[in-house]
């Protein structure tokens, strides 16, 4: 049953860059039964193995633009070390399983509204980018270093956030740099650092469940080749609207558990 959920969210993964983390940790805790702690690790482990995968067909399509990921990788990979090293200073990463799904909760709904209302900000950005050229090009790299090392924090705390809210940052940032595919292939680029990373943190915490991560991966790698293949060609609108409610509705749960 793991590998057909790897499955699943891998395919989700291949074709919108989103799920890694927003869909795969809450399937573990609510339908699995696994410890909010150990999804999160063994999620992020996950996740940056999975997008090696479809992160490969994106570059060899040519729809990743690694300068962006740079940008990115820059603020997220030390504020994810960061935080790393404050969970593992203060104790956080035994912090009580209630308080992990709230975050997680939380983090659901902020991904989807950020999913529901993609083209707004994308439409706010492309705008600000035509009428201040030169101010929005000028500021256009520190925001997204800052822009990474929001989404640093958020990942290693929850593992959400690379995929949904990373993809809205990217269409504000860059709303004519990037079109769909080039947005996801540059936002599966990004997620592989960061959730290494972060999940490798994970690790020394004792919060990956091996047996598990391999299980995930026995679906996720097919899938997100799959989803990768086909994401040029999918009806991304409608996928998207339709994770954003079910994110809303595995929320609600959550937060109500």
Not at 1 to 20: D, E, R, S
């Amino acid at each position: 049953m793991t590998a057909l959920a790897g499955l699943f969210v891998g395919v989700v993964v291949g074709v919108t860059g989103v799920g890694g983390g927003a869909l795969m940790t809450p399937i573990l805790v609510l339908l699995f039964g696994v410890s909010p702690q150990t999804a999160v690790g063994t999620d992020l482990l996950y996740a940056s193995i999975t997008k090696i995968f479809g992160t490969a067909v994106h570059h060899n399509h040519g729809t990743v633009d690694w300068q962006v990921v740079r940008r990115l990788a820059w603020g997220s990979l030390p504020a994810a070390a960061l935080t790393l090293a404050w969970m593992s200073l203060s104790g956080t990463h035994r912090v009580k399983d209630g308080f992990i799904i709230d975050a997680v909760g939380v983090m659901l709904i902020l991904t989807a509204f950020g999913i529901l209302f993609k083209n707004q900000m994308q439409g706010l950005g492309r705008h600000i980018r035509v009428s201040n050229s030169d101010a929005f090009k000028h500021v256009q790299p520190v925001l997204t270093v800052v822009a990474g090392a929001v989404l640093g924090v958020l990942v290693t705390l929850t593992s959400i956030g690379a995929g949904a809210l990373g993809t809205v940052m990217l269409v504000y940032l860059y709303p004519l740099r990037l079109n769909s595919s080039k947005l996801v292939g540059t936002d599966l680029a990004h997620a592989i650092p960061l959730a290494l990373v972060a999940g490798l943190g994970h690790l020394t915490m004792g919060n990956v469940d091996y047996r598990l991560l391999v299980n995930l991966l026995i679906g996720s790698v097919p899938g997100v080749l799959l989803g990768a293949l086909v994401s040029t060609r999918a009806p991304l609108h409608l996928i998207r609207i339709a994770i954003s409610l079910v994110l809303l509705a595995v929320a609600v749960k959550m937060l109500m558990s």
